[in-house]
């Protein structure tokens, strides 16, 4: 069997042997012959297969299949094999997918004392060759026998490692340990050289960035951390790959740009464009966001979506929302083995879900189902509904909808689907180097953006500021810049002398231009703005502008405004009345600044009026829409007005309705679902 990804109609698609599938899938930590069996009654037919003998975080296995893994070449696949037979049981046509956890097993760390846990500290003995080699044996002994007795039902494999098998590093807080601190010198080239301290590395609240000078070994060190953990993840996933001649789809989870806030440093994912850019790599995966999973909530990705599909990749979404069945579910000691610590943060979850507005009910559940079938048709990826601990789904409405839902997709699968954005969004790893964590910058300008960018009422499309040379500029009616503080002299002259024309609008967010490896200078900022940027004597939290204000939760420096004529003032800061939103208009272009982040969708939506966007939705609600689809999710009592670009019959995708265009508009009214997807007849 050969697997690859192959772009069919506008969508990347999974291809086996030439022909495409459908990828909704299933995955659980509790696989049982229940409820792989409803999923695959409901007409899923790829499963998630996984293969771990150790215990996540809160002490809990992630199977209970047990290990694979006993010693160094000690490889006994007999719980494999059962859990195999399980799933040919209960889906006998299904295709699969291995979830291989490849973290260091407890008997390593034993015979190799000095060493760090990879689950906790992964940043620690990721430099271990040792280490890697050991698993790069058991990568290839585990495909091996897999692929000799499975090999027409595996589709591909997944690769887990880090804290909660994300490839995270989270409990070492960049802190130093021999195996790290050799590497680091081995990197720097200094025999002498220490990893900086905690101190070193952490500034006052208030300051938005490093010193390129005075942190110099800060800045190098979490770039050498960080791609640390990139090179162990290509290096793996190479190995996965030639082991498997490159027949079969090798994934991980990773580059979760848009989520993490503070701690992206630490953890380890700041490398991301390397991993979207690898031919060793074929999927990556996030759950959907935390951040947006309220019941009111339009939910969102994690991943720079564009930037996977434009280098060929395909991206899933884990459906791993709590339904209003997990409470009870929970109950059940089989799903937990009653270890003290699980039960404690299990109970600390069912209580928060009673706390907040979560999908607490069936119908909640459905409909934030729906949610997330709209926001995965309108980006084209992948998804998996996780019955985490068994039991989540053990409800004939639930599994009712699972299979509507596989209706619905069976349905528009072949329709020609591409992206309808107007809307460029460029999010930079590479600024990020010259970033103070403990300022909170990234969340106010690009990871609590999200939900604001998802209800101006047009879509948008998600790039890393490294591609932005390798985009269909001619798509695009404006180019939104979220934290472009640092610019190499080739995106720079990109920006100047091809972005700007045509008709185009850019709107740059914070200090654009302002640092480099080098120096900071808002002379650059001014120049790539076009208009005369100046630092605050006073820093300053809001602006008030577009009949709205926003900003910071306390003031950060630097903070620019732009001095008086030498642009259009859209809004001014709330004390110096100095200008901190403005437009400069040129003949060809139009360039808009706002000095600060946590820009309301309000604001957005204005300015992309001015740049001669299409607005679907006027009044604030999540919209999803491509070249197919358009859709909503209102949980308010105000009926959704949505103008189309096409007048025609349109079917609501999940009731089957039909609506007729007036004047381009039709109207959806409230009380019916809050979901609801148009599609052209």
Known sequence: MKTCIKNINGVNRILVDGKPID???????????????????????????????????????????????????????ENFDKQMEMFLTAAPDAYFFINLHVDVRQWWLDENPDNADSFTH???????????????????????????????????????GGHTTEWFSVKD???????????????????????????????????????????ETVIK????SNELIADLVLDYCKTAKEQLDFSKLVGVFFGYIMELGSCIW????????????????????????????????????MLLTESIKNNGKIYFASFDNLTFLTPSALSNPRRLCNDPETTVAFKSLVEDFGRKDLLNTREKTIHGMRREMMSRLYRQGGTWWFDMLEGWYYDDGLMAEVKHLLECSESVVDKVCSSDAQICIFVGSEPLYYVNPKSNIHEYTVTRQRGDLSRIGAPYDLYSLAEMENIDKNKYKLFIFLNAFSLNESQRNYINRTLKGEGRSLFFVGAADYINATDKDI???????????????????????????????????????????????????????KCGLAVKEKEDYK????????IPHSVFREIAKMAGVHIYCENGVFTYVNSTFAGVYNT????????????????????????????????????ESPAQMLVLE
């Not at 992964?122 to 280490?131: D, F, P, V």
């Not at 340990?177 to 050289?193: A, S």
């Open 636 to 671: 308010g009592a105000e009926e959704t007005v949505i103008t189309l670009k096409k007048d025609g019959e349109y079917k609501e995708l999940f009731s089957g309705k039909i609506y007729k265009t007036e004047n381009k508009k039709i109207t959806l009214p409230t009380g």
């Open 173 to 215: 807080r960049e802190e130093s340990h021999p195996v790290k601190l050799k590497e680091f010198r081995k990197y720097m080239g200094d025999e002498k050289i220490e990893i900086p301290s905690e101190e070193e590395r952490m500034k006052p609240n208030n300051q938005i960035f490093l010193e390129p000078e005075s942190d």
């Open 266 to 301: 630490q953890w380890g994912h700041m490398e991301l464009d390397r991993i979207n850019t690898s031919p060793y790599i074929d999927m990556l995966a996030t759950p959907t966001s935390y951040q947006f999973r309220n019941y009111d909530d339009g939910s969102a990705y």
């Open 122 to 160: 992964l940043s620690q003995i990721a430099g271990n060759e040792k280490w890697r080699n050991d698993t790069k044996n058991y990568i290839k002994a585990f495909i091996q026998y897999a692929e000799s007795k499975y090999g027409d039902k595996i589709i591909g494999y997944w690769l887990l």
């Open 523 to 577: 002379g650059r900022t001014s120049a790539i703005t076009e208009m005369n940027c100046r630092i605050l004597e006073k820093d300053e939290a809001k602006i008030r502008g577009l009949d709205t204000s926003y900003g910071y939760d306390s003031p950060k420096n630097p903070t620019f405004y732009v001095e008086e004529g030498s642009a259009k003032v859209l809004g001014r800061f709330s004390d110096s009345r």
């Open 23 to 77: 990828s909704l899938t299933f995955k659980s930590f509790r696989p049982t012959l229940n409820n792989v069996g409803d999923f695959y009654k409901a007409g899923v037919r790829i499963f998630h297969v996984f293969c771990s003998g150790l215990k996540s975080g809160i002490k809990m296995p992630y199977s209970l299949y047990g290990e694979t893994w006993f010693g160094d070449n000690d490889y006994r696949f």
């Open 221 to 224: 060190y979490r770039r050498f």
């Open 591 to 598: 360039i808009f600044y706002s000095s600060l982040g946590s």
